[in-house]
Each structure stands twice: as structure tokens, then as C-alpha cells.
């Protein structure tokens, strides 16, 4: 679920934006045409808005789960709660995983206890790009969380199924197997 307040942040500063921008276009020429730099700059402070806003959102959920995250420069969170010995993923190599993924909620959406273990093909695509990253960090053996933000999850559409648009996803895995390609 997007939270309420995230909403309605985001829609006020999409309106107030296009207010402002069809204000500014007095001249008769461009009159009723939104002035498309303007627009580009309105909607950029909007996604940056909506990024602080789920950002702080994740920092709070992790303060009140008292996690000991590492957060890389995407924004992704990672915690590695138990170290296998095995090799060392790397792109090109498939990975095999076994997964519970969670809504900033706590929902559970997906697992590899129904769904069965995923296998895909680190650096191919297929995968959301929070995921990828967050595999490339660990070791067969490993178990890591991993919270997504929704630009390294599925966006702004969801999966069409069970993630909603704007989804933050609390990954749960275990790293199974890594093989090559």
C-alpha cells in the first residue's frame, strides 16, 4: 500500500506545479501549450520529493526494526545475517535463491515455499535490479535482507499481480547455489 501522506505529497506537488507553469504562460502565442522544460523541471522536483519521502520511510522501518543495514549508492539496504563459504557471485554466473519478499508492510507477497527457489542469470536482466545488485554482495551460503526501493524494485506499475505501484519490497534470501553460465 502507498502510504496516504506519500500520496498526497506527490499530487500536490504535480498540481501545484502545473498551476504554477500554466501561470507562467502568459504569451498568447504558447497560451493552453505547458511549457515543456518547465513541466520536465516541475515533475524532477516531484520524483525527487517522492524519492526523499520513501527513503525516510525505509530509514524509519529499519530504525524500528533495529537493523544493522549497509546502503549502497542506488539506495539499496542490505544486511548479510548468516555467511555461507561457498564462491563469490559474479554477472554471467547463475544464481539459484531461495526468497521471501514482504511489502514495507510486512505483507507477504511471494516465497520460494510456494513459488519454489528462483534461478536466474545474474547481469541478463529478468530479475528486479535491487535483486541483482543486492546477490552480487554475497557468497553461496549467504542469507541477506534486502529492502528495495521501489526505482531498484518494480516502479511505478508493480508486477501486475501482487507488488502495488510505488511498491518498497523487503527481500529475504538465501543463496542457494551459484554456477556458471
Known amino acids: 500500500m502507498i502510504p496516504m501522506n506519500l500520496t498526497k505529497s506527490i499530487s500536490i506537488l ?3 506545479s502545473i498551476v504554477l507553469i500554466s501561470c507562467n504562460n502568459r504569451d ?15 515533475l524532477l522536483k ?13 530509514d524509519d ?9 549497509q546502503k549502497t549508492g542506488t539506495g ?20 539459484e535463491i531461495e526468497f521471501e519478499i514482504r511489502l514495507i ?32 554482495l554475497l557468497h553461496e551460503g549467504d542469507r541477506a535482507k534486502f529492502i ?3 526505482h531498484r524494485a ?6 501486475q499481480d501482487k507488488i502495488p505501484p510505488k511498491a518498497t519490497l523487503i527481500y529475504d534470501v538465501k543463496l542457494i547455489k551459484i554456477k556458471g553460465y
Open 14 to 16: 504535480i498540481i501545484l
Open 28 to 42: 498568447e502565442e504558447r497560451q493552453g501549450q505547458v511549457n515543456d522544460a518547465a513541466l520536465e523541471e516541475a
Open 46 to 58: 516531484a520524483n525527487i520529493e517522492a524519492v526523499r519521502v520513501e527513503d525516510q520511510q525505509i
Open 61 to 69: 522501518f529499519v530504525d524500528r526494526n533495529q537493523w544493522e543495514v
Open 76 to 95: 539499496l539496504r542490505y544486511l548479510i545475517y548468516e555467511t555461507g563459504n561457498g564462491e563469490k557471485a559474479e554477472e554471467g554466473m547463475v544464481a
Open 105 to 136: 508492510s510486512g505483507e507477504l507477497v511471494y516465497s520460494s515455499d510456494v513459488n519454489g527457489p528462483k534461478e536466474f542469470l545474474i547481469g541478463k536482466g529478468g530479475v528486479e535490479p535491487g535483486l541483482e545488485e543486492g546477490i552480487l
Open 148 to 150: 528495495l526501493p521501489s
Open 154 to 159: 518494480f516502479g511505478l506499475t508493480g508486477d
